[in-house]
């Protein structure tokens, strides 16, 4: 096989940063490869914003998104605007990554139309059904249609051994997330975003906070917000800022348990760069989010994960991680740790990030052109420090 085509599927904000390094890996190796990549626009504005970043202008765009949009939504535009794109372009495999429902319609697509699949980021697993939701049983079923597996750390190729994938077929790569902040991170000059510029952190400890999943839309949500609030009252040198998800139901959430509490800035979704920026600025993350529990320890941050589980045990074990759940008086006794007991924040801080080494998209690529033999050397596995 002299040069195979390559097919890149992001729609999301989270699948879109950790592919974009992929897709200008890919881009290195013309005699090899053809690059097509597809936005399937999932999540419209916030696709937009990473693509812009990255400057990546895809070869498709669906822009299956609309207001208030179900999963079942999501599936069926997907589907349909995949398999034109598919029967179109032949390509030799489809790139998906993660645990997105773009990911999973990817997948699926590409399956119907008897396409390879690499999976990027695979083998992450809570084994809990609804928890993270869809996410886990998203990333579960790639698995099952996938040919390829990219995973990101060996715990991640343990999960995978233990469900009888091949070991030949998977490569464990880093997560491409740390390639791509760490090349953010090298490259931001000052923050987009007036308000974020203007805010005046001097003797001040900021808490940089996101929730949105699923799972923690309700009560779980509500209660972050309170442990919020109780963190404010009892620290007065700490400013919270949190970017706000464009989910309705979490905005009326936040908006309503957060909109005027002092030192407090709610803000819309930021630009990735403007995120990097907020990261190397806080003190500490709180999150239930997965790609910042990668991220945040990249950049030397301590993270508490506003989860009830986490597909990221590496983290818990160096300790860039703790798992705090998403009750009120646990989380306020978790950051009230951070906030005052200096060597344990410490031992956080500069614990050896587990999730990579800003090399994850090369090993990528070189996984692909090693399996269709492109290239006679297998990359060898990440290996944290």
Do not use: W
Not at 9 to 35: C, N, Q, W
Not at 95 to 117: E, M, N, Q, W
Not at 223 to 237: E, G, K, M
Not at 289 to 297: F, K, R, T
């Amino acid at each position: 096989m002299g040069r195979i085509k390559v097919l890149s599927v992001f729609g999301t904000r989270p699948d879109t940063i950790k592919l974009a390094p992929v897709v200008a890996e890919l881009s290195k190796y013309p005699d090899m490869i053809s690059s097509v990549t597809v936005g399937t626009a999932q999540h419209r504005d916030m696709m937009d914003q990473v693509l812009s970043v990255f400057g990546i202008s895809p070869d498709y765009d669906l822009g299956i998104m609309q207001d208030d949009q179900t999963l079942f939504d999501i599936a069926e535009r997907g589907l349909r605007g995949l398999e034109e794109v598919l029967v179109r372009e032949k390509p030799d495999i489809t790139l998906v990554h993660g645990d997105t429902s773009t990911a999973f319609v990817g997948a699926l697509a590409s399956f119907y139309c008897k396409t390879a699949i690499g999976h990027v980021e695979a083998g992450l697993r809570t084994y809990q059904k609804y928890d993270p939701f869809p996410e886990e049983m998203n990333r579960r079923l790639v698995g099952c249609l996938a040919d390829l597996h990219f995973a990101p750390t060996a715990d991640h190729l343990e999960n995978l051994l233990r469900e009888n994938f091949p070991r030949e077929n998977i490569y464990v790569t880093g997560n491409t997330v740390v390639d791509a902040v760490m090349r953010v991170a090298q490259s931001r000059t000052g923050y987009d975003d007036p308000k974020l510029a203007s805010l005046d952190l001097e003797g001040k400890r900021l808490i940089l906070v996101t929730a949105h999943r699923r799972e923690n839309i309700g009560e779980p949500l509500r209660n972050i917000c309170a442990a919020i609030r109780d963190v404010l009252a009892d620290y007065p040198d700490v400013v919270v800022v949190m970017p706000v998800h464009l989910n309705p139901r979490v905005r009326e959430t936040v908006m309503e348990e957060l909109s005027g509490a002092e030192r407090c800035f709610l803000v819309d979704p930021v630009s990735y760069p403007d995120m990097v920026g907020l990261m190397e600025a806080c003190y500490m993350v709180m999150t239930d989010s997965g790609g910042l529990q990668e991220e945040a320890p990249a950049l030397g941050k301590p993270v508490l994960v506003l989860r009830r589980t986490t597909e990221r045990p590496e983290g818990l074990r160096t300790g860039t991680l703790r798992l705090v759940g998403v009750g009120r008086e646990q989380i306020r006794e978790e950051a009230g740790i951070l906030l005052e007991d200096a060597e344990q924040y410490r031992r956080m801080a500069s614990a050896p990030n587990p999730y990579g080494d800003g090399n994850a998209a090369h090993r990528t690529v070189m996984g692909i052109l090693h399996h269709y033999g492109l290239v006679d050397e297998r990359p060898s596995d990440f290996m944290p420090i």
